[in-house]
């Protein structure tokens, strides 16, 4: 059976494979069409397969991403680590200290006083309660001398924001920061009546490592009141050059869960940003949308040629049930205002859509309108309104989506608790140049549409549509 640019299929054997869709009774298997991730899959993917080339960033950066995300994390940390090894243990005697093994600071704040580049600083286990931001703006490593802080191997380092007392909730804030290695810690309990921040990426901060990480309860006090926002991981920059941007990031294997983001972003890159790579992390119940590329709002960044997210990659993202407690529709994965994006190979399930790439501000021109990206290979299911949108919503007061592919992804039954019927799997709206090609769409409820055009065919220029087959799963 050849593969025509629509293959209608209806029944209850209608099967997604993992290697590609059976058409059951035909004998018949189309491979090349569909995401290959299990549709049982419900946990971040594994990066072992995945293709370097995608990786962002300059050479000495995307080196040392492989080999994190091939296993060879361990040797790298060795090599980087070319100065002191400092270490703190909440449980230490302030009388004492010396940062020795021996005698551990007290706390975070004294060890942090303390790094150079090559440095390694120890978090033992235990709880850690800052009652201010803890400030690494004045660390920088080099490229061959990251500084590291880690929790200790086989312990549990807690920093706990229940006793925070500062001004801006702010539990970890990098301005300036370059070439540091955060890994194996976790971070909680930070809340704010209107804001609160995990960790913040400001004024070029670069060559920044992430990994290995649980974040937990980055709460507003009312999320659904607008303008209340809280971040997970939020990298904001207002430097207005492009020598000035932040960038060469890396987040990986983190555990970002059960936050009250309001109207905001688990994980969010914006404004003069590039080079990123959100790679196999877990972000489940956390609110508004989960992992976010933004740009064109122009709040600090007052210059529309690289006031936007570009060169950015997530890759093996499993990203579940993130639903706005203000009930306005949001989607797992988000890039709004950026350019050259990636999303490959992510799983998105029960969040209010799946994944979305948008166009919510009217940029300066076109050349800065959302453009280029790539939504590749994923598996998106089960979101309540929404599978897959592309293009700007409005037909006057939002941007076009430009140059921009949907290829080789599975969709089934999104859209099932969309309201007035609403629903649909793939959503086509304000866009100049889009592929829509090898896509597995199947839902069990015949009032969703498949692909929908809103608000109309005639905003949708330069379109092309190949090879997708669809399908009634009853």
């Known amino acids: 059976m050849s593969v025509v640019k629509k293959t209608v299929m209806a029944g209850a054997a209608f099967l997604i494979m993992a290697a590609g869709v059976l058409l059951a009774g035909c004998g018949t298997t189309q491979a090349a069409a569909g995401s290959n991730i299990p549709v049982t899959q419900n946990s971040p993917l594994s990066a072992d397969k995945m293709d370097r080339t995608l990786l962002c960033g300059d050479s000495g950066f995307c ?4 080999r994190i995300v091939s296993g060879k994390g361990a ?7 070319t100065g002191r090894t400092w270490y703190a243990d909440p449980k230490a005697d302030a009388d004492t200290a010396d940062g020795s093994k021996a005698h551990p600071f007290a706390t975070i704040e004294e060890s942090i006083s303390q790094l150079q580049a090559g440095d390694l600083l120890y978090l033992r286990g235990g709880v850690y309660s800052p009652e201010d931001t803890i400030e690494l703006s004045g660390l920088h490593g080099n490229e061959g001398a990251y500084i590291q802080i880690a929790g200790y191997p086989g312990e549990k380092a807690v920093i706990d924001g229940s006793y925070f007392t500062g001004e801006d909730i702010r539990a970890v804030e990098m301005s300036g920061t370059s070439f540091l290695w955060i890994k194996n810690l976790t971070l909680q309990n930070y809340s704010g009546p209107e804001e609160a921040i995990g960790m913040i990426m400001e004024h070029s901060a670069n060559h920044i490592l992430i990994t290995g990480c649980e974040i937990t309860g980055i709460c507003v006090d009312d999320p659904a009141q607008e303008d209340h926002t809280a971040n997970a991981i939020l990298c904001y920059n207002t430097e207005t050059t492009r020598d000035g941007a ?11 869960h059960d936050c009250a983001t309001g109207w905001s972003e688990a994980v969010s890159f914006d404004e003069n940003t ?7 992390n877990s972000v ?3 609110g508004n949308i989960g992992i976010d590329f933004a740009g064109n709002y122009y709040d600090d960044c007052n210059a529309p040629e690289v006031a936007f997210c570009r060169n950015c990659l997530a890759y093996g993202n499993y990203v579940a049930d993130c639903i706005a407690a203000s009930g306005i529709t949001c989607y797992g994965i988000y890039a709004d205002g950026a ?3 990636t999303f490959h190979s992510n ?6 859509g799946g994944i979305e790439v948008g166009a919510e501000q009217l940029p300066d021109s076109d050349a800065h309108s959302t453009g280029n990206v790539q939504v590749v290979n994923n598996l998106v299911y089960g979101n309540l309104e929404k599978g897959i949108t592309i293009g700007g919503y409005d037909t006057d007061t939002t941007g076009t989506v430009f140059d921009s592919s949907v290829i080789g992804n599975t969709l089934s039954d999104n859209g099932l608790k969309a309201p007035d019927g609403d629903g649909a799997e793939i959503t086509v709206s304000k866009v100049n140049g889009l592929t829509l090609q090898q896509n597995v769409i199947t839902n069990q409820n015949d009032g969703i549409s498949m ?3 809103e608000p109309g065919k005639e905003y949708v220029k330069n379109y092309q549509e190949s090879g997708n087959i669809l399908g009634r799963n009853q």
């Open 63 to 66: 080196s040392l991403t492989d």
């Open 75 to 81: 040797e790298a940390e060795s090599e980087l680590h």
């Open 246 to 256: 932040a960038g060469n990031i890396l987040i990986y294997d983190n555990r970002i």
């Open 274 to 280: 590039e080079n990123v790579n959100v790679l196999c």
């Open 284 to 286: 489940v119940n956390t």
């Open 339 to 341: 350019q050259h994006i």
């Open 347 to 352: 799983v998105v399930t029960g969040c209010s």
């Open 451 to 453: 692909i929908s055009f």
